[in-house]
């Protein structure tokens, strides 16, 4: 019995000494992975790629074929002035991603004959070294998916991250708390961003109508500014009670407008007309007080006539 109870306890130490050493043992990290990346010339052209690179998002091997440099020098050499322009930051471009530290850039050597095209070229070389196209043309694009090539996209990178809600729109918002100012109120969408509503504060821990005034992306992420919406605001609410108070001037205007006329109006209309038959009698009046005297004179010439006959 001794004998079985020492192999039980040499036995049981063993378990414990496997399983010890199965929980201490170094775990495994997972390894991202890394795709090469082939650039094409509309990448290079459009100068995102580097603030991309900076970021650390370009984890793979950035690859850019001699032949992409050819036709960079072949549009910095061509006459049309925009494309010119284009073509030469594009090649500061890719002097740029040389000197960046982080990023692991390689100038590929490929011969590449002028009558095969660059993006037939990128797309044999993706299918040679197992990459993927960095390009932002849309007919690279699909035809690169048709070929079953991975394809990496700045636009639609751009537009994931995007802002969801664009100035003007109007949203249902929660609001939840005051804000760094006395008549704010502060919000949160379902993706965690603050949403600062002015003239809000009266409407805490309610749902308003809010629209959309402003966004601004900041290295913290991204937050907004909203207003009420204008079904919302007082103003609106007090107008229908201001009518009866509007009425009621122009009742008592009323009323003072006819009280004075009728005192005014009389003694000037009576004092007008004697001032008028004053005028008129005057002249009769005179006329009056002079015919006798033109009378005698007439009889006085009738005389002096009969006289001289």
């Keep these: 019995m001794n004998i079985y109870l020492q192999y039980l306890s040499v036995a049981l130490l063993l378990l414990i000494l496997v399983e010890v050493a199965w929980f201490a043992r170094p775990k495994k990290r997972r390894q991202v992975e890394q795709i090469s990346m082939l650039v094409d010339t509309s990448v290079l052209m459009d100068g995102r790629v580097v603030e991309l690179a900076r970021t650390g998002f370009l984890l793979g091997q950035v690859i850019v074929p001699k032949s992409v440099l050819s036709e960079l020098q072949l549009l910095a050499d061509g006459g049309d002035h925009a494309k010119r322009e284009r073509a030469r930051m594009g090649m500061d471009i890719v002097k740029q991603l040389q000197d960046e530290p982080f990023v692991d850039f390689t100038l590929l050597q490929d011969q590449t004959a002028v ?20 390009t932002l043309d849309y007919n690279l694009n699909k035809v690169a998916q048709v070929e079953g090539i991975q394809v990496l996209n700045i636009n639609e990178l751009a537009k994931s991250l995007r802002m969801t809600h664009l100035p003007g729109d109007t949203i249902h918002l929660e609001l939840t708390q005051k804000g760094q100012s006395s008549d704010q109120a502060v919000g949160y969408l379902s993706d965690g961003t603050m949403v600062v509503v002015e003239q809000g504060k009266k409407h805490i821990g309610k749902t308003q109508e809010v629209e959309i005034i402003r966004s601004l992306q900041t290295d913290a992420g991204k937050m907004m500014f909203a207003k009420l919406a204008k079904k919302d605001t007082p103003t609106e609410k007090q107008s229908p009670k201001q009518e009866p108070t509007s009425r009621r001037p122009v009742v008592k205007t009323q009323k003072t407008d006819q009280s004075p006329v009728k005192p005014v109006a009389k003694p000037s209309a009576s004092k007008a007309r004697p001032q008028a038959k004053s005028h008129h009698r005057s002249p009769q009046s005179q006329s009056r007080k002079h015919s006798p005297k033109r009378i005698d004179r007439e009889a006085e010439l009738i005389r002096l006539a009969d006289s001289q006959q």
């Design 115 to 134: 009558r095969q095209g660059v993006d037939d070229r990128l797309i044999a070389l993706a299918k040679e070294t197992n990459s993927a196209i960095l």
